[in-house]
């Protein structure tokens, strides 16, 4: 579905990225994991053709991305950005509808089967009723989902979520994860990151830790997240905890 050899991936005369390779199967999720300012972001932003790479290729569905159109990729790849302020008074279910644009004419307007799939999303995500209220007037968390389901809208083969449990409260951040794993199985590639090394183990089937632009480890999260990478990508003490029953969970070594 996505495959990312030796690219190297920064800003036009700063590269911030090197030798980052990786492939992502139909119905994997993985969980990019690093501190801030380690090039999370700006890698995504890559992956979706916003940024130049500097080196190396990236193919999607076997084809290199960069003889790909904006709107060829667009129908292909649903992306939620960190955070979104808004600025128009749009309805919720207008500001999801944005997302079947790439699957319009350019003189066309939404029909029933794209008020339908707006809906669906936003029904996935337990933001329904907030359909006819303006995203202005919304919390930021609510906000957030509707970034979501505005991606969803776009019925990807691939979806790249970048923080998507920032500003969540913690059932909020649940019903994300929960929507990540039903997504994956539904075919659905999910690239994701997160700052809680728990959301790895909760819903991913790998891990890639990006330390400085370079891949530090890359694997099963329960192999690869452990108390040594941990520290390495974020400098405090951390300890994994097996739970049982494949579980595993992060506790900070806090002094008291």
């Known amino acids: 579905m996505l495959g990312v050899q030796a690219l190297d991936f920064g800003f036009p005369g700063r590269t911030i990225g090197?030798?980052?390779?990786?492939?992502?199967?139909?119905g994997e999720v993985m969980c990019v994991l690093g501190?801030?300012?380690?090039?999370?972001?700006?890698?995504?932003?890559?992956?979706?053709?916003?940024?130049?790479?500097?080196?190396?290729?990236i193919q999607l569905d076997s084809s290199s991305l960069k003889t790909l159109s904006r709107a060829e990729i667009a129908r292909r790849v649903g992306y939620v950005p960190q955070g979104h302020a808004g600025y128009f008074a749009f309805t919720v279910r207008e500001f999801v509808l944005m997302g079947r644009t790439a699957?319009?004419?350019?003189f066309s307007a939404p029909g029933k089967k794209d008020l339908a799939v707006a809906d669906r999303a936003l029904d996935s995500l337990g933001i329904a009723q907030l359909a006819d209220q303006p995203v202005t007037e919304i919390s930021g968390g609510e906000r957030q989902l509707a970034l979501v389901a505005r991606a969803l809208a776009q019925e990807p083969k691939l979806l790249v979520l970048d923080e998507p449990t920032a500003s969540l409260d913690f059932g909020n951040q649940v019903r994300v994860l929960q929507r990540i794993s039903a997504l994956a199985a539904s075919g659905i590639?999910?690239?994701?990151?997160?700052?809680?090394?728990?959301?790895?183990?909760?819903?991913?089937r790998r891990a890639l830790l990006?330390?400085?632009?370079?891949?530090?480890?890359?694997?099963a999260p329960r192999t690869v997240i452990?108390?040594?990478t941990l520290e390495r990508l974020y400098g405090v003490s951390v300890k994994v905890i097996d739970l049982g029953g494949g579980a595993h969970t992060c506790l900070p070594a806090v002094g008291r």
């Open 189 to 204: 590639s999910i690239l994701f990151s997160s700052h809680d090394p728990d959301h790895a183990f909760l819903c991913a």
């Open 103 to 106: 699957h319009l004419g350019i």
């Open 18 to 26: 090197r030798d980052v390779s990786f492939t992502l199967q139909a």
């Open 226 to 228: 452990r108390p040594d």
């Open 35 to 57: 501190p801030n300012g380690g090039g999370k972001t700006t890698l995504f932003r890559t992956l979706l053709g916003l940024l130049e790479p500097h080196a190396g290729s």
């Open 210 to 219: 990006l330390a400085e632009g370079r891949v530090l480890e890359i694997g």
